[in-house]
C-alpha cells in the first residue's frame, strides 16, 4: 500500500509533536509519534524527558495502552523505531504487542545500533513498513528536527551553531572594543530561548574577560541549565568570574591547551569547573580534537552554541565545524580598520573555497535582521 497524502499529513504532525522535547531529551533525538485508524487519532505522545519514555510508547499510553485494542491501526512516527535496550525497553516490542499493522515514518536513525534494524524487525513480524518522503519535505524537515543527534551518531561530535551580533558593515565590536549592545532587546532575548534549547553554550577567553558573561538561559520559567565552555589556552579564568562562582551548580567546562600552569588548572578544579587538555598543532586542530572530547564525555555535549568572540569563530570556521549560523544584522554603520569582524582565523584564501550556505532564511527581529544560514546537513 503507498504512502497517502492523509500519511504524510500525519507525518507532519508527528514532527510537530516532536519538538515539544527541544531542550529536554539529549543526547537522545526528538521524536512524535501518532497512532491513527480509519482516519481517526487515536492517541499521539512525543518523547518528554531524557530517560523518560518514548514517542510510541507514550502514543499506545494515549491510546488506552499495550490492553487497547489497536488492530489494524496505523503508527505514524518522526523518526524510526528503537529495537535495542537503554534506559528504556525497545519500542519495537511494544509496537509488536498492540496488534498495530503499519508503521510510518518520516526519517532514519543514523547511529549503529539502529539504522534500519528496527525497521526489519518489525517488517519480519509481518507489519507493513513505509519510510515517507524519504527525500521530500516531510523527509528533510524530520532530519532537520534531529540535526544534532545525527550529527553526534555519525561523527562523536557536537552540532555547532555560531551566533553573532553586528553591524550593517559587518562588525561585531568598535576600535575601542565596546559592543554591548548591537543587537535589540528582542534579540537578545532570542539568544537566551537558544541557549535552554543546545547542551553548551562556549565563549572564548577574550569574550570571557571582557563581558564577565554568565551564558545561562534567563527567560521566565526556565531555570539555568545546560553547561557553559571556555576555550581558554592558558587557563586565564578568573576564579572571581560570574562562570566560576556559579559552577559547579551550573557546570562549566574550560577547554585548556598543554601549555596552561598546573596551578592553574587545579585552582579552577577546585573551584568547581571541569577541565579538558586539548591537544593539536593548531587552533583548528585543538577545536576538533576538544569537539571530540565534548562529544565523548559520560553526558556527551550533542550540540553547542558558539557565542564567540571572533578569534575562537574562525578556529571553528577554519576546522570546518560551523554547522549553521544565525546572524543578527543592526541598523547601525560602525567603520574602523580595527573595528572587529566576527571570523578571524584563517579564513578561506579564494572564494571557491569559501564555505557555502545550503540554505538561508531571513526574518525581522524587533530592531533587528536576523538572517539564518544552514551550512551541512548530517
Known sequence: MPVLDADLELLDRAIDLGRHGLGQVSPNPMVGAIIARDGRILGEGWHERYGGPHAEVNAIAAAGGEDADLRGATLYVSLEPCCHEGRQPPCTDAILRTGIRRVVVASDDPTTKASGRGLGILRDEGIEVLVADAE???GERARLENQAFRKHARTGRPWVLFKAAMSLDGK?????????????????SLVHRWRSEVDAVAVGIGTALTDDPRLTARMP???P???????????????????????????????VGRAASRSATEALELAGADVIVATGEHDMARVGDALDQLGALEEPVTSL????????????????????????????????????DPLEGEGAEVIADALRAICMTHE????????TARLKAW
Open 221 to 223: 520559567g526556565i531555570e
Open 172 to 188: 561585531v565590536a568598535t576600535r575601542s572594543g565596546d559592543s554591548q549592545w548591537i543587537s535589540c532587546e528582542q534579540s537578545r
Open 225 to 255: 541549565h545546560g553547561r557553559r565552555i571556555v576555550f581558554d589556552s592558558e587557563a586565564r579564568l578568573p576564579l572571581t568570574s560570574q562562570l566560576v562562582a556559579e559552577a559547579p551548580a551550573i557546570p562549566l567546562i574550560v577547554v
Open 364 to 371: 525581522q527581529s524587533g530592531d533587528d535582521l536576523l538572517i
Open 136 to 138: 521530500g519535505p516531510i
Open 305 to 340: 552554541l558558539l557565542e564567540g568572540g571572533p578569534q575562537l569563530a574562525g578556529a571553528f570556521l577554519d576546522a570546518g565545524e560551523v554547522d549553521e549560523a544565525r546572524l543578527f544584522l543592526a541598523p547601525l554603520l560602525i567603520g574602523g580598520r580595527t573595528a572587529r
